[in-house]
């Protein structure tokens, strides 16, 4: 098993181009299979989630082949509606294919997506929305059946904005006859990367980003391309890493609006960030102070997914940094691996309160899951002394090449 080795405390200086948004990218895939044809995906980050959706798309009968940063898929040879059971443990997003298997095959199994390291991941909003545009879905030994000879444009209200159930309801819909409401949808970027591929396939679909996505059923265009928008919390990521050493670092390709929040957090703590068309660039002398709270809500709050990086930049920072975790159950299983390196952190179920220490100290640790991972790196850059990360599967889900580019600006990494 390969571990990452960080000798921590080294200047970061250079420019970094970030990777295509993993959460833009499997629900895209999925998507791909409406056309009966051909989909290139242009900034296709080479991550084994990407992997893992491409091999479901083989197994349904389709062909995914990725050149450089496109992958291909052509999905004319859609032959079989099932997700078995080792396929869906290996990402358990898998459950994004449920829409659009239902709305081109009019069936889809899928065996029950289990838990993951973030505690339940109940589908329930999902399956509500699916009922709601006509299927019949059962569940039977671990897995759910669905079927639906047609789906029928209606009004989905969604309790929570769920962003796989947004995404698997606007991807149902498109198939369906006549026009879906779907009300209370979540607003995340990806949800807007989402929308533009559709409308290359010829869907009218309108209002991503806002709370109330309206979808017309169509016939789908075949043989279409789409370039993935830049990952935010990638990014969000490498700013984390450049805010806790000394640094002078320019992240190319992102849209600096999609991590607002996560800036103005990074601001707060004494780093100067400069947004530039598609560019951020940060400053930093390493000395952080307390930001104020940070409460993850849905976009356009702060995103749960940048959570364990910006409590690792806290670590050290003058104050107390008060966390407030309301999406995930259990998202703070990095806590107990940056405590190893000296982090004082005390948690209240959703409540976390970091109090800044001078210094930590490099030691081996595990990555408990994909973010909590990228906290453990960004913990050993700010850290004196060497830190062995393994786990690193975590990472290779979410990170397309960390550490090369983390090396390329000046960190002392490498994977042995
Ligand atoms: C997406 O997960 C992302 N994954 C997650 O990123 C991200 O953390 C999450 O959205 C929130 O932004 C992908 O896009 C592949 P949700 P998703 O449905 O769709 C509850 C990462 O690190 N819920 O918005 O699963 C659920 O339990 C990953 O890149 C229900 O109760 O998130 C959770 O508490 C981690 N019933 C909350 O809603 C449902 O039917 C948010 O879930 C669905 C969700």
């Known amino acids: 098993m390969s571990i990452l080795k960080i000798n921590g405390g080294r200047e970061l200086r250079g420019r970094a181009r970030i990777q295509g948004a993993k959460n833009s990218v499997l629900p895209i895939l999925a998507a791909s299979l409406l056309a009966d044809g051909e989909t290139v995906i242009h900034n296709c980050p080479k991550l084994s989630d990407v992997e893992a959706a491409s091999k479901i798309l083989k197994h349904l009968g389709c062909s995914a082949k990725r050149d450089g940063d496109a992958v291909t898929v052509n999905s004319t040879g859609l032959s079989r509606l099932d997700i078995p059971h080792g396929l869906m443990r ?12 239902l709305a081109r095959g009019g069936e889809a199994t899928l065996s029950l997506p289990g838990g993951c390291e973030l505690g339940p991941r109940p589908i329930d909003l999902h399956l509500m929305a699916l009922r709601e545009l006509g299927a019949d879905i059962t569940e039977e030994g671990g897995s ?6 047609r789906l029928r444009g209606r009004r989905v209200n969604l309790s929570f904005p769920s962003v796989g159930a947004t995404e698997n309801t606007m991807l149902a819909a498109s198939l369906a006859d006549g026009t879906t409401i779907i009300t209370n949808a979540a607003r ?3 949800i807007w990367d ?4 559709l409308r290359t396939l010829g869907v ?7 709370p109330t996505v309206t979808v017309e059923g169509t016939k789908i265009r075949a043989d279409v391309s789409h370039s993935i928008i830049p990952d935010r919390i990638a990014a969000a990521t490498y700013l984390a890493a450049a805010a806790v050493t ?3 670092v320019e992240l190319t390709g992102v849209i600096p609006k999609h991590l607002a929040t996560v800036t103005e957090a990074i601001r707060e703590m004494g780093c100067d960030v400069r947004s530039g068309r598609e560019t951020l660039h940060i400053s930093s002398d390493g000395r952080l102070r307390a930001p104020k709270p940070i409460v993850t809500e849905p976009h356009p709050g702060f995103p749960t997914d940048a959570q364990p990086q910006i409590m690792a ?27 190893r390196l000296g982090a004082e952190i005390k948690i209240e179920g959703r409540v976390a309160m970091v109090t800044g220490v001078e210094k930590l100290t490099g030691a081996p640790v595990t990555a408990t899951d994909l973010r909590g991972g990228a906290a453990l790196v960004i913990a050993a850059l700010g850290a004196e002394g060497v830190t062995e990360i393994s786990g690193l599967h975590h990472i290779d889900r979410g990170y397309d090449g960390l550490e090369n580019t983390l090396r390329s600006i000046g960190a002392d990494i490498e994977r042995i």
């Not at 009218?204 to 806002?210: D, E, H, I, L």
Request: aromatic share 8%; charged share 25%; with cysteine.
């Open 90 to 101: 290996e990402m358990r997003s898998s459950v994004i294919f449920l829409g659009a298997m």
């Open 144 to 149: 759910i059946i669905c079927r639906a000879s």
């Open 188 to 190: 995340e970027p990806e």
């Open 194 to 197: 989402l929308q533009s591929y």
């Open 204 to 210: 009218n679909v309108s209002g991503a980003g806002t």
């Open 246 to 248: 000394k640094s002078e």
């Open 313 to 339: 930049a806290a670590l050290r920072a003058r104050g107390t940094t008060a966390f407030v975790e309301n999406i995930f159950e259990n998202r703070y299983r990095h806590v107990g691996e940056l405590r």
